[in-house]
């Protein structure tokens, strides 16, 4: 039986293996690799493979991240505004945050489930929860949403008490980041040529401010070190 543990991958690879792997997965999907790799087909596709692996090693703790800043928010927001907060006009949510609600409550409408607070919680983005630290956008009055007073200040802050100084821009920009890690991830996209030690270094900074006991939980569990000290390319990585 093969050694399936991380840092053997005794797999050879052919002209006709690399051949048809690359048709497979298509010439353009493999070009960041092949770049990456000088030409070199083995070592692009060994790269990919580390690539699928750090990706696949990142979901837990963005997982937790996403688990943990919605509840909290929906924590403070509810708070303030009422278990359904998102109804609420007080709220002042902008344009884009009521659509991503409404094509929420029309999911779980189609597929049979209630569309209450905690279905629609749990069925908005990552991306969603993200937005709501930022500015906002325009209202559908056509006014300009202004998150600062309505989210931030009276509630949103209070989801990160454990770092007391933060602005709304210091929680939201590092949020942004890894929003735009998790999509990378979700689309299957390279995210090699990332300082991927700071990405990793960057979810339990932000899970701390939110709950340090689940960031020590989380942190504990994850593979990402062991595989961020791989070779990139030495075909190390096995599944």
Do not use: C
């Not at 908005?124 to 006014?143: A, K, M, T």
């Not at 990160?160 to 735009?180: K, M, S, W």
């Amino acid at each position: 039986m093969a050694d399936r543990r991380i840092g053997v991958n005794p797999f050879s690879y052919t002209e006709r293996t690399l051949t048809e792997i690359e048709a497979a997965l298509s010439h353009d999907r493999l070009q960041p690799y092949l770049d990456a790799a000088g030409g070199d087909r083995a070592r692009a596709l060994r790269l990919y493979l580390w690539n699928t692996a750090v990706s696949a090693a990142f979901y837990a703790p963005l997982q937790g991240l996403e688990v943990v800043l919605r509840n909290a928010i929906h924590h403070q927001l509810s708070g303030r505004y009422g278990s359904a907060w998102y109804e609420n006009l007080d709220a002042g949510l902008d344009r884009g945050a009521l659509e991503r609600i409404r094509q929420a409550i029309s999911e779980l409408t189609r597929s049979g489930s209630p569309s209450d607070a905690p279905r629609i919680v749990s069925t908005l983005s990552f991306g969603f929860w993200v937005s709501l630290l930022g500015s906002g956008g325009r209202l559908e009055s056509g006014r300009k949403a202004n998150y600062e007073m309505t989210l931030w200040r009276p509630a949103l802050r209070q989801v990160f008490a454990h770092r007391t100084t933060l602005t709304r821009r210091q929680a939201h920009g590092p949020l942004n980041e890894l929003r735009v890690l998790r999509n990378r991830i979700a689309h299957h996209e390279p995210i090699f040529a990332r300082n991927l030690t700071v990405d990793h270094a960057r979810i339990f900074e932000v899970m701390g401010w939110i709950s340090p006991e689940v960031r020590t939980w989380t942190a504990h569990h994850s593979q990402l070190p062991a595989l961020l000290e791989l070779p990139r390319d030495a075909g190390t990585i096995q599944f």
